[in-house]
């Protein structure tokens, strides 16, 4: 369709537009595909679509030799550079030329320009759609372009971005984007005390511009925001660590380990000049670290945030509890009340 849009020369009403952007955000990925085997083929961008049901009229090729010219155009594309048009890119572009950019076409044009390496001309395109009135960017719009900083070693670009984040109302941040931001900066060793100065830190609020102090500064902003992190998001984040301590006098106790291992409890105390990042037991009377001797933080709740936790945990109780009998009604009641007086129980025993 989207071909003989554009071979008519015709201007899509902007419904129809929103409609081809969603398809192509939802399965973009498939007709980039057909598109990238057409350009090889020679043929219509969208010609292998219908290929798909030629054998439903019974003008199917023959399998041996539709499995060699298939073998052919992957060794094809494995020598040759991809120069296929991105359909994605080109629906989103044509919506942002004809009416006022969306999230979404915004979003589908800033993984466009990571998909070619080029996170600076995404975060400016961001940039320009987030400076309009009224415009929304969410964590999606936001993420690959970090992911690609991250990845790439920008770390002061990372950080920037990071913060700019952070303080948009509109993006809710994941425990995974603190770890990957962390980890992005812990591998390049910005937390060694002979660490280079990110010079961009102090105009983004932060005191310290590298080594341990740093460290703690972004720890403290994740730990703000969120309560846990994942056995994997952990492992990740001891990994960099060990990466960027590597060979160093600090970081004698940590060894990178297998993405798939398990991290082992490690309780010896640690000396004065070592760099910690362990799993630990706690003391459950005392609560101190082992390791470091540090109180872990009691979080204290008011009367009302007391009750409003015992009121949602009674909630989630009851929801959770009836999908498991749903279709039975008299089982779905049963089965939520009694759990919430277990809840209700649990409660009363942690007060």
């Not at 090729?61 to 550079?81: F, G, H, L, Q, V």
């Not at 950019?101 to 940039?127: F, H, M, W, Y």
């Not at 309560?227 to 990740?236: D, L, Y």
């Given at each position: 369709?989207?071909?003989?849009?554009?071979?008519?020369g015709?201007?899509?009403?902007?419904d129809?537009?929103?409609?081809?952007?969603?398809v192509?955000?939802?399965?973009?990925?498939?007709?980039?595909?057909f598109?990238?085997?057409?350009?090889h083929?020679?043929?219509?961008?969208?010609?292998?679509i219908?290929?798909?049901?030629c054998?439903i009229s019974?003008?199917r090729?023959?399998?041996?030799?539709?499995?060699?010219?298939?073998?052919?155009?992957?060794?094809?594309?494995?020598?040759?550079?991809?120069?296929?048009?991105?359909?994605?890119?080109?629906?989103?572009?044509?919506?942002?030329?004809l009416y006022?950019?969306?999230?979404?076409?915004?979003?589908?044009?800033v993984?466009?320009?990571?998909?070619?390496g080029?996170?600076?001309?995404a975060?400016?395109?961001?940039e320009?759609f987030?400076?309009?009135?009224?415009?929304?960017?969410?964590l999606?719009?936001?993420?690959?372009i970090?992911s690609?900083?991250?990845?790439?070693?920008?770390?002061?670009?990372?950080?920037?971005?990071?913060?700019?984040?952070?303080?948009t109302?509109?993006?809710?941040?994941?425990?995974?984007?603190y770890?990957?931001?962390?980890?992005?900066l812990?591998?390049?060793?910005?937390?060694?005390?002979?660490?280079?100065?990110?010079?961009?830190?102090?105009?983004?609020?932060?005191?310290?511009?590298s080594?341990?102090?740093?460290?703690?500064e972004?720890?403290?902003?994740?730990?703000?925001?969120?309560?846990?992190?994942?056995?994997?998001s952990?492992?990740k984040?001891?990994?960099?660590?060990?990466?960027?301590?590597?060979?160093?006098?600090?970081?004698?106790?940590?060894?990178?380990?297998?993405?798939l291992?398990?991290?082992?409890?490690?309780?010896?105390?640690?000396?004065?000049?070592?760099?910690?990042?362990?799993?630990?037991?706690v003391?459950?009377e005392?609560g101190v670290c082992?390791r470091?001797?540090?109180?872990?933080?009691?979080?204290?709740?008011?009367?009302?945030?007391r009750?409003?936790l015992r009121?949602?945990?009674?909630k989630?109780?009851a929801s959770?509890?009836?999908?498991?009998?749903r279709?039975n009604?008299?089982k779905?009641?049963e089965?939520a009340?009694?759990?919430?007086?277990?809840?209700?129980r649990?409660?009363?025993?942690?007060?």
């Amino acid at each position: 369709m989207w071909e003989k849009i554009k071979e008519s020369g015709m201007m899509p009403h902007k419904d129809l537009m929103s409609t081809i952007l969603y398809v192509v955000s939802t399965g973009g990925s498939v007709l980039s595909t057909f598109a990238r085997r057409d350009s090889h083929r020679g043929g219509s961008k969208f010609s292998s679509i219908s290929s798909l049901f030629c054998g439903i009229s019974g003008t199917r090729m023959d399998d041996a030799e539709s499995a060699n010219k298939d073998d052919a155009i992957e060794e094809k594309e494995e020598e040759e550079k991809d120069d296929g048009v991105n359909i994605q890119d080109e629906v989103a572009l044509w919506h942002d030329m004809l009416y006022e950019p969306t999230d979404n076409s915004t979003s589908l044009r800033v993984k466009g320009l990571i998909s070619k390496g080029d996170a600076q001309g995404a975060e400016q395109l961001l940039e320009i759609f987030a400076s309009k009135e009224g415009t929304v960017v969410r964590l999606r719009s936001y993420l690959p372009i970090l992911s690609l900083y991250c990845q790439s070693g920008e770390v002061s670009s990372a950080l920037k971005l990071f913060k700019r984040m952070r303080n948009t109302e509109t993006v809710h941040l994941e425990p995974e984007n603190y770890v990957m931001l962390i980890s992005a900066l812990a591998e390049n060793g910005c937390f060694r005390e002979d660490a280079e100065p990110i010079d961009i830190a102090t105009d983004l609020g932060y005191s310290q511009t590298s080594g341990l102090g740093l460290f703690d500064e972004l720890v403290t902003e994740m730990a703000e925001d969120i309560m846990e992190i994942t056995a994997a998001s952990a492992r990740k984040m001891y990994n960099a660590l060990a990466i960027g301590f590597k060979d160093q006098h600090e970081g004698r106790n940590l060894q990178e380990m297998h993405s798939l291992a398990g991290m082992r409890v490690f309780n010896d105390v640690a000396e004065h000049d070592e760099v910690v990042a362990s799993r630990i037991s706690v003391d459950h009377e005392t609560g101190v670290c082992p390791r470091t001797k540090a109180r872990l933080r009691l979080v204290v709740l008011d009367e009302e945030q007391r009750k409003q936790l015992r009121a949602s945990l009674a909630k989630l109780a009851a929801s959770e509890t009836a999908k498991f009998a749903r279709g039975n009604k008299q089982k779905e009641k049963e089965d939520a009340r009694r759990a919430v007086e277990e809840m209700s129980r649990f409660a009363d025993w942690l007060e």
